[in-house]
């Protein structure tokens, strides 16, 4: 059951199961639920990012990237013969290995 009261405020009753619709432009979106009062919920959409990618926002993880997006704007994909490739690789010189 909704209620529209304003533009900004909607009564809604909580199911069975303890859940709240928020409606279908939400579907799929996280959240954040604060309780800072018994029985006060905010809600407010949010980005989550996950620990295992938190490198990808650093500075120089950007950079790298920017400079890459870059290069590949300005170098597009080519088709190639992945039977040629592998035959030119066979041919080609050997990279002699330095010692230290």
């Not at 300005?74 to 039977?83: I, R, V």
């Amino acid at each position: 059951m909704t209620l529209s009261t304003t533009d900004s405020q909607m009564v809604k009753s909580i199911g069975a199961s303890g859940q709240i619709s928020l409606g279908k432009e939400f579907a799929g979106r996280q959240v954040l639920v604060e309780s800072p009062a018994k029985g006060v919920w905010i809600i407010r959409t949010a980005l989550i990012i996950p620990d295992h990618e938190d490198w990808l926002h650093l500075e120089k993880t950007k950079s790298s990237l920017k400079k890459a997006v870059a290069w590949a704007t300005k170098n597009p994909a080519k088709s190639s013969d992945p039977q040629q490739l592998l035959e030119a690789s066979r041919h080609a010189p050997k990279h002699k290995v330095r010692s230290t």
